[in-house]
C-alpha cells in the first residue's frame, strides 16, 4: 500500500482543512494509507477536527502553528522528521505555507539522509498565497524568496486555480511549468444543493429572521484579509434604502469585538447579527438571499462555492480566485475590492429582483456542482499520486 504523509499547519474552519481531512479518509479506498499530521490553532480559530472519523490517522503537533516562531518551528521540524522516519512515506503532501515551509525542509532532510533507492516524492498544495496582501514589501519579497527555494525540493505545485497557478508562476516566478497541476477544491455539496423553499423558511425561523425579510449574509474568519469592515459599509449604504433587509455574519476571530463596535458607530447594529462559528452552515445559506464577500484576496472563496451550491446567488470583491468561481454575471456580480457603493448597487439589485436571485442562482448551482465535486476531487489527486510513482 502507498504511505502518503499529509502535513496542514492547522485545521481550523475552511477549505484547506476540508480536503486535507477528506483526501486523508477517501483515499483510502483507492489503495493509499495516509497520516494527517495537523498543528496548533490560534485563538478564536474555529476548529474542524470534528469532520475526522479516524482520528487514529491523525497526529497533533502543538509546536506547529502560523505565526514565525524560531524555536516552536525548529522543535516542529524535528518532530516531522520522526514522522517522516517511523513513517516512511512514499509522498509527502504539504498544505498551507507554514506546512509547506517545515514539511518540505524536513522532507528534503529525509530524502537527503534515509539512504533509501527511491526518496519521498513531494508535493504541495497552494490553497492561496501570503505574497499578496498580507506584508510589507521587505518581508513580502523574503517569502518569495523562500518559496523559489522550496520549490527546488518538490517535484509537484498543486495550484487551486488557474489564477493562483498564473500568479505564482508568471509574476512571482516560483517553480517551473512543468511542476505545476491545477487541481481545483472539491467538496461535498449535496446537502446545499438539496435546499429547497421549506429549508429557508425553517432556518430563518432558527435565527429569529421574518420570512418577508431581505437577508444578505457572509461567512468566514473574522480577520483582516477577508475586510468584513467593507461588509459592514456595504451593508450600511443598503441598508439605507432597504428597511426590510438583515445582515448575517456566521464566523469569529481576533476582529469580531471591533466590528462589532463599528456597527454600532456606523448605526447598523440592529440589522448585524454576528452568529459565531456555525456548523450548520447549511442552515445560513437557506436563510439568505444574497451572499456577499468582501476580501482583499481569496485562493479558492469556498464559501462563495457553498452558497452558489445552494443556490444562492453571490456578490463579491474581484480578487484572487473569484474569478475561477463567478465566471460571468450569470452566475454571480463582482466589484473592484474597496468599492462598497458599487457592491452595494449589486446587492441591492439582486435583493430589488427575486426572479433575477432565482435564475442566477440556478446557474450557480449548475455550475459549480460540475466543477468542484467531490468525486472530480479525488480523481484528480489519485491521477497526480500515481503519476509520481510511476
Not at 498551507?96 to 533507492?117: C, E, L, P, Q, Y
Not at 463599528?262 to 450548520?280: E, P, T, Y
Request: with cysteine; net charge positive; hydrophobic share 45%.
Amino acid at each position: 500500500m502507498t504511505r502518503v504523509l499529509r502535513i496542514i499547519t492547522r485545521l481550523n474552519i475552511g477549505g484547506p482543512s476540508i480536503q486535507a481531512i477528506t483526501l486523508t479518509e477517501r483515499l483510502a479506498a483507492r489503495g493509499f494509507d495516509t497520516r494527517l499530521v495537523h498543528g496548533h490553532l490560534g485563538a478564536g480559530e474555529g476548529d474542524m477536527r470534528y469532520l475526522m472519523t479516524s482520528p487514529e490517522a491523525a497526529r497533533y503537533l502543538p509546536t506547529l502553528r502560523r505565526p514565525i516562531a524560531p524555536l516552536h518551528d525548529t522543535m516542529a521540524f524535528g518532530q516531522i522528521l520522526d514522522v517522516l522516519r517511523d513513517f516512511r512515506p512514499h509522498i509527502v503532501h504539504t498544505h498551507m505555507a507554514k506546512a509547506g515551509t517545515i514539511g518540505r525542509m524536513a522532507a528534503a532532510f529525509f530524502n537527503r539522509t534515509a539512504g533509501r533507492d527511491s526518496p519521498a516524492r513531494v508535493v504541495h498544495t497552494y490553497h492561496g498565497h501570503v505574497l499578496e496582501g498580507y506584508f510589507g514589501p521587505t518581508r513580502t519579497n523574503l517569502f518569495i524568496s523562500m518559496e523559489r527555494a522550496l520549490a527546488r525540493v518538490t517535484d509537484r505545485l498543486v495550484a487551486i486555480s488557474p489564477t493562483i497557478h498564473d500568479e505564482l508562476l508568471g509574476k512571482h516566478r516560483i517553480g517551473r511549468p512543468d511542476q505545476y497541476r491545477v487541481i481545483p477544491l472539491g467538496f461535498d455539496l449535496q446537502r446545499m444543493a438539496a435546499i429547497g423553499a421549506v429549508d429557508r423558511l425553517a432556518a430563518r425561523a432558527a435565527v429569529g429572521v421574518a420570512a418577508d425579510a431581505h437577508v444578505v449574509s457572509t461567512a468566514g474568519r473574522l480577520t483582516g484579509i477577508k475586510c468584513h469592515d467593507l461588509f459592514l459599509d456595504t451593508a450600511a449604504l443598503v441598508a439605507a434604502t432597504d428597511p426590510h433587509v438583515v445582515f448575517l455574519v456566521a464566523g469569529d476571530g481576533e476582529l469580531r469585538s471591533t466590528l462589532e463596535q463599528r456597527a454600532r458607530v456606523i448605526g447598523i447594529s440592529d440589522r448585524v447579527r454576528f452568529l459565531g462559528w456555525q456548523r450548520n452552515l447549511e442552515g445560513l445559506y437557506a436563510a439568505t438571499d444574497v451572499f456577499l464577500l468582501t476580501s482583499r484576496n481569496e485562493g479558492t472563496p469556498v464559501a462563495l462555492i457553498e452558497s452558489l451550491a445552494a443556490a444562492v446567488p453571490g456578490v463579491s470583491t474581484d480578487v484572487g480566485g473569484v474569478r475561477d468561481v463567478v465566471e460571468s454575471d450569470r452566475v454571480g456580480l463582482l466589484a473592484p475590492f474597496g468599492d462598497a457603493p458599487a457592491l452595494a448597487r449589486h446587492v441591492s439589485a439582486l435583493l430589488s429582483d427575486p426572479e433575477r436571485r432565482r435564475r442566477m442562482g440556478e446557474a450557480g448551482r449548475e455550475a459549480v456542482s460540475a466543477r468542484y465535486g467531490l468525486d472530480r476531487l479525488i480523481d484528480d489527486v489519485d491521477r497526480l499520486y500515481r503519476e509520481l510513482l510511476h
